[in-house]
């Protein structure tokens, strides 16, 4: 079946410091992947997109690259700030049904 | 564009009582999706449609039922509202292909007692 899988959080950092948050997935065929951001009592964005093997996606100063060797999508950050703060998914596609699959989410609470 | 809206924004209900969440998007998507999201968890998909008229059962449909009679309005309905139903509800909608991303509305935060 398609999974994901990040890390729990939640994850505390200073502002300014460097930021990763893995993820790893697990899927039938060639998914499509992604990282959502929930900022407080909002919905979902997309914060950025990977869509084939080694495709980086990147916005905002946040990266991540799509390794298939290793069925990794780890986001990073080189220097994070207080705007930062909130709930990152993980997400992979489904083609049919353009279905996602969501990792259960980790928070970032960045500290001035 | 609104995007992808929803309302209520908030609902209590009685267990036993019926409600139905609306969705609406004003970009021509094909694909609609209805989400949950419960506290410390990821979303797990409930209900999505692939165009009018055509529906599917996600991860966790049991409790819910859902209609796609125009591309615009894809509306949630619970029967016979249980606790377990307690969560926060999102609807989403994309163009069509994987590749694209979704569009979320702001959430129905559900409170059944």
């Known amino acids: 079946g398609n999974s994901v899988t990040q890390m729990e959080g939640p994850v505390t950092l200073s502002e300014e410091a460097f930021l990763t948050i893995n993820c790893t997935y697990t899927a039938t065929g060639y998914p499509s992947l992604f990282w959502y951001v929930q900022y407080p009592g909002e919905g979902l964005q997309l914060l950025l997109k990977a869509t084939k093997a080694d495709d980086k996606g990147s916005n905002k100063g946040f990266e991540a690259t799509y390794r298939k060797e290793t069925t990794s999508f780890h986001l990073e950050k080189g220097s994070v700030q207080v705007s930062d703060s909130a709930v990152y998914f993980c997400?992979?596609?489904?083609?049919?049904?353009?279905?996602?699959?969501f990792g259960a989410g980790t928070i970032l609470r960045v500290k001035s | 564009n609104a995007g992808v809206t929803q309302t209520p924004k908030f609902r209590i209900l009685k267990i036993g009582q019926s409600m139905t969440l609306q969705c609406t998007q004003d970009m021509n998507h094909n694909y609609m999706y209805w989400y949950r999201q419960d506290p410390g968890m990821g979303l797990k998909l409930i209900y999505y449609s692939v165009g009018a008229g055509i529906t599917d059962k996600g991860e966790v449909p049991n409790g819910y039922n859902v209609s796609r009679s125009t591309t615009e309005d894809f509306p949630l309905r619970l029967e016979l509202a249980a606790p377990s139903q307690t969560s926060v509800y999102f609807c989403?909608?994309?163009?069509?292909?994987?590749?694209?991303?979704?569009?979320f509305g702001p959430g129905t935060r559900l409170t059944v007692t």
């Open positions: 989403a909608s994309v163009r069509d292909r994987a590749i694209y991303e979704q569009y």
């Open positions: 997400a992979l596609s489904v083609e049919y049904g353009n279905k996602l699959v």
